[in-house]
């Protein structure tokens, strides 16, 4: 078949390689309708997260059941999924704790409580290099999909790929971000990062009843986009000093709740990539830094963006001082799914506003491309196999 490669930073070929089998009684093979690329396959491709052997990337994805194991009992040949990005077993601790991104079962090899830097990561991720479990993933004709019985959503035929294909990750994940901070209605939400998990995230804060909402991104374009498809208030950190805005426009508290929709990759001055050499660390934490300025006392911030590394300077004193409540991690996308796709489905949201690219899955290094230098205006690449 013909997938995506990923062979080392910043090289991702459209290549033929082996079909992907049922390897175990619980797999199905998807053939995939359509896939997307994330901000967090750009931290793979831009080297922040190690992986030295070629693989298939991609955890965006969903397609139709071409074949199914032996004990598959929820679903057969023809059945239209969606595929959330956690694999997970459905039955160990975690699976069975609403915790499904640190399940035990998944991750074989590298699995472990530590959490470190290259060693006992959580759970497996589809095409997110080998420490994650080192499964293929969906930027590909086929996949193999391992406990098919547990993730696998069916969707309705009268639905197209783009109204349903985000229920696999950013929006669960701009969900969770909101769903963590607890919203009573009325709160004031700063959401940093305007790219498709802020934007997702956008989406869901007003779902969940905030009274404001605020996205902060360097980049004016995607804005635009952010008032145009959420009608949101906007900020950009080029033009003012985003913690006194905030501050301003909150009777000098600071927002109830903060949103780290962007992770280390945050646009980086000379300093911030000074202090990461110094201090090995990858990237720099100056959201997250923000968000503890921007946020009011005893507000709560929530990180979906993601970090790799150790980071020295961290605030501790003031996340003390304030009393913030802080909330962080892979979206456990098993726990919302179900009720985001009857949100969808009751036209509650639209996901596929955000889409600026839809391209064959052979444009694949130019999606890349794009997506990562942020050109063309572009927002989100959907490809198609
Ligand atoms: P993206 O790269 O398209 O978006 C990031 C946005 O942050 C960009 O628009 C960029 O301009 C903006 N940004 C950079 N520096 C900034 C700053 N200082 N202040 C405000 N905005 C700034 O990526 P994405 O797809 O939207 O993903 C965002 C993050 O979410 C990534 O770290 C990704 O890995 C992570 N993610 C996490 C999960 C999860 O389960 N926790 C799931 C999906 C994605
Ligand atoms: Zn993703």
Not at 137 to 146: F, I, N, S, T, W
Not at 208 to 228: H, S, T
Not at 360 to 368: A, M, N, T
Request: charged share 25%.
């Amino acid at each position: 078949m013909k997938a995506a490669v990923f062979h080392k930073p910043g090289d991702i070929r459209y290549e033929t390689v082996a079909d992907p089998r049922i390897e175990d009684a619980n797999d199905v093979i998807l053939k995939v309708t359509a896939t997307a690329i994330c901000g967090s396959d750009l931290h793979i491709y831009d080297g922040f997260i190690p992986q030295t052997a070629n693989m298939v990337p991609g955890h965006e994805f969903m397609g139709i059941v071409e074949e199914v194991g032996p004990s598959v009992k929820n679903l057969k040949k023809g059945d239209r999924v969606v595929v959330p990005f956690p694999i997970a077993c459905g039955h160990c601790f975690f699976c069975t704790h609403g915790a499904s991104p640190h399940c035990e079962n998944s991750n074989f090899e590298h699995y472990g409580p530590e959490g470190g830097l290259l060693d006992e990561k959580g759970g497996a991720l589809f095409g997110y290099t080998d420490l994650y479990g080192g499964y293929s993933g969906g930027q590909a004709e086929y996949v193999r999909v391992p406990y098919a019985d547990i993730s696998p959503r069916i969707v309705p035929d009268n639905m197209t790929d783009e109204q349903v294909l985000f229920l696999t990750d950013i929006f669960p994940t701009g969900w969770s971000s909101i769903d963590w901070a607890q919203l009573k209605g009325g709160e004031t939400v700063a959401i940093f990062g305007s790219g498709p998990v802020g934007l997702m995230a956008q989406k869901a804060a007003w779902i969940n009843g905030a009274g404001r909402v605020i996205a902060i991104d360097p980049l004016n374009y995607r804005l635009e986009k952010a008032k145009a498809v959420n009608k949101v208030e906007t900020l950009n950190p080029n033009d003012v000093d985003v913690v006194e805005a905030i501050r301003q426009m909150t009777g000098g508290r600071g927002a109830d709740v903060c949103v780290d929709a962007v992770g280390m990759e945050a646009h980086r001055n000379f300093f911030d990539k000074v202090k990461a050499t110094i201090n090995f660390e990858k990237g720099t934490d100056s959201v997250l830094e923000l968000c503890f300025r921007a946020v009011r006392r005893a507000g709560t911030v929530t990180m979906v963006g993601v970090y790799g590394t150790p980071f020295d300077n961290f605030p501790l004193g003031q996340m003390f001082d304030k009393g913030i409540t802080i909330k962080q991690g892979q979206a456990p996308v098993l726990n919302y799914v179900d009720h985001l796709l009857d949100l969808v489905k009751t036209e509650k949201v639209v996901l596929d506003d955000i889409i600026s690219h839809r391209m064959p899955l052979s444009d694949v290094s130019k999606g890349y491309d794009i997506f990562k230098n942020k050109e063309d205006d572009c927002v989100k690449v959907v490809l198609t196999p």
